[in-house]
């Protein structure tokens, strides 16, 4: 486990806890304070977020919009910071796609569509060949026609 709590926590300071809440984005700076420990972290939390949201959705209490929209947002705040990472460490956020989870799957290849790398086009491929869900399979699909039409500098990833 890596630091990402603390980081979040530490760059949240003087922050109120409504406008944290509210936020579809994580303070600044976060990302470039990430090892590849804080990758997993993101992976770990957006897999538990969508646990939350899988049981929110199927319980007694799925007519409670407010609930899901505060999961939606944290869920969003870490696609977002997935998308940071990426330049740093793109075959990390390619082992999100690997999530049994489908909502954190749906994150990895968002973050892929932000950031189209050239190293992500193997992994989406294999996602592609996995994924059921068809939201997903559209997402992973966009991100992969960026991927591919994206024009490469020779020694650039």
Not at 17 to 27: G, K
């Amino acid at each position: 486990m890596g630091n990402l709590k603390n980081l979040i926590l530490n760059a949240s300071k003087g922050i109120s806890a409504l406008e944290f809440n509210y936020s579809d984005t994580f303070p600044p700076n976060i990302a470039e304070q990430c090892g590849e420990d804080e990758v997993i972290d993101v992976l770990l939390a957006l897999n538990d977020l969508s646990k939350a949201r899988e049981e929110h959705d199927a319980g007694e209490d799925s007519w409670d919009g407010d609930t899901s929209d505060d999961l939606w947002r944290a869920q969003v705040r870490y696609g977002k910071l997935l998308v940071q990472l990426i330049p740093r460490f793109p075959l990390q956020v390619a082992e999100v796609l690997k999530s049994n989870h489908g909502h954190t799957r749906f994150w990895a290849a968002y973050a892929f569509n932000e950031v189209p790398i050239k190293k992500a086009i193997a992994p989406l491929k294999v996602a592609l060949t996995r994924e059921t869900e068809k939201l997903n399979r559209t997402m992973i699909e966009k991100a992969l026609t960026k991927c591919l039409r994206k024009k490469w500098i020779p020694f650039v990833s």
